[in-house]
């Protein structure tokens, strides 16, 4: 039985841009169902910051802006400077109660 003392967490990768052709959920309202059950979120993009990777996006996913991350590529999300500091902020995360 999981205790209320550990965090639940959800990361999600992504190519930065959700397709919005056909029948879709708007993120905030799709990762809200996890929020309130007090999953705490993890944005992770990978692509062109810039360009490819919408900010605005990751924002609607992740439960805070500090636990959004952006990289060029998915070859540097196995670098260990970025490896440590995801596992430290991942590691520190707290359990929350839903919205």
Do not use: W
């Not at 809200?32 to 810039?50: E, N, T």
């Amino acid at each position: 039985m999981r205790g209320s003392h550990i965090p639940k967490i959800a990361i999600v990768i992504t190519d930065g841009k959700q397709t919005k052709s056909g029948h879709y959920t708007p993120l905030a309202t799709a990762s809200k169902l996890l929020k309130d059950k007090g999953v705490q979120i993890i944005a992770i993009g990978v692509g062109k910051i810039r360009t490819a990777v919408d900010y605005t996006e990751l924002l609607d996913i992740a439960s805070a802006n500090e636990y959004v991350y952006l990289t060029d590529s998915f070859e540097k999300l196995q670098i260990p400077g970025f490896a440590r500091v995801f596992r430290q902020r991942v590691c520190q995360a707290r359990p929350s109660v839903g919205r």
